[in-house]
């Protein structure tokens, strides 16, 4: 059974950091690029971040320079490194495959960046 298991968010200042993880089983992970996700509050979920097997990154534009995502193969973790965070970030963070696989989303983790 796949599952993906984020961790790491929590609540932040402005212009702190954050590094989110996400442990990831079965076959979602090892040949697959990677995502993370986030939804706000009213708004639809979009993607932050993606990453491929091979290590090529993609950004959101607002995220860029700020955010890192990195993954560690071996271990099929994906972690998103979030800095100079600002109240904007603040929704629930979700990794998954990009393109995302509409059965494979877990619970995803609370970020909350107070200003």
């Known amino acids: 059974q796949v599952q993906l298991v984020e961790s790491g968010g929590g609540l932040a200042q402005a212009g702190g950091s954050l590094r989110l993880s996400c442990s990831a089983s079965?076959?979602?992970?090892?040949?697959?690029?990677m995502g993370w996700y986030r939804q706000a509050p009213g708004k639809q979920r979009e993607l932050v971040a993606s990453?491929?097997?091979?290590?090529?990154?993609n950004y959101l534009d607002s995220v860029k320079g700020r955010f890192t995502i990195s993954r560690v193969n071996a271990e099929n973790t994906v972690y998103l490194q979030m800095s100079s965070l600002k109240p904007e970030d603040t929704a629930v963070y979700y990794c998954?495959?990009?393109?995302?696989?509409?059965?494979?989303w877990g619970q995803g983790t609370q970020v909350t960046v107070s200003s």
């Open positions: 998954n495959n990009y393109p995302p696989r509409p059965g494979y």
């Open positions: 079965g076959s979602i992970f090892r040949i697959n690029t």
């Open positions: 990453i491929t097997i091979f290590g090529n990154t």
